[in-house]
């Protein structure tokens, strides 16, 4: 993913990449665990999941690897920045200043 946007932008799409795994893991935690619990049965007076349930899940899972998998063709797989030469970034033969913290 970070070949896919310019060197600048490359912060935005670490974080929009981070919330999309995060709604992500959400989404799939909420459908497995409403899955799980709707096909329950008795064991030793407990509710446990069936085999039935623990199938779905997985088919649900074996249904979205490919989604994700045609997602992730979807990107480009080369950056086009402004401010590279040759693939290598220019720099300005001037030597960044670094702030100075007080009371450290």
Known sequence: MMRAVPVAETGAANGLNTLMRSIGQAFCGAAVAAVLANMTFLAAGRPAPTL???RLVFLIAGGAAPLALAVTLCLPGHRADAGTVG???RRS?????MPIQGGA
């Not at 033969?93 to 200043?97: D, E, L, N, Q, V």
């Open 93 to 97: 033969g001037r030597a960044r200043a």
């Open 87 to 89: 693939g290598k970034r």
């Open 52 to 54: 039935g349930a623990c």
